[in-house]
């Protein structure tokens, strides 16, 4: 079985340790560079993980932090999450699990009145 693969994306720290605090900081540096993107876009970019990401904006952010690729978009191990079915046993992948875990309602019982 191959290994699943996913990325950490360092955008905002990279921005802090420049001094940029805000997202609005970036945007006329992108301009600068052909790239035109809106305010949420910015956003989005800087406070999300992003799923796709031009080759442009990419090199315009590298150029404007003045890292390289590996600074920016690190490659991590996919952590699988394990959840447990409805008979205890252990399973992974999937949707993770909601709710309070292990802990399931008792059925209540009613009990004939014992007068």
């Known amino acids: 079985m191959t290994a699943k693969l996913d990325y ?4 905002r ?3 802090a340790h420049r001094g940029m605090f805000s997202t609005t900081d ?6 600068e560079r052909g790239i035109d993107l809106s305010a949420s876009q910015i956003y989005r ?3 999300e993980k992003p799923e796709r990401l031009s080759m442009k904006t990419l090199m315009a952010l590298l150029d404007i932090l003045g890292c390289r690729m590996d600074e920016l978009i690190e490659p991590v191990r996919a952590t699988s999450k394990v ?16 709710g ?4 399931r309602p008792k059925r209540a019982r009613i009990l004939p009145d014992p007068q």
């Open 8 to 11: 950490q994306w360092h955008l």
């Open 13 to 15: 720290e990279l921005m």
């Open 26 to 31: 970036l945007r006329p540096l992108l301009a």
């Open 45 to 47: 970019l800087v406070t």
């Open 83 to 98: 959840r447990r079915t409805a008979s205890g046993e252990a399973s992974s992948g999937g949707h993770a699990e909601t």
């Open 100 to 103: 309070v875990g292990s802990f």
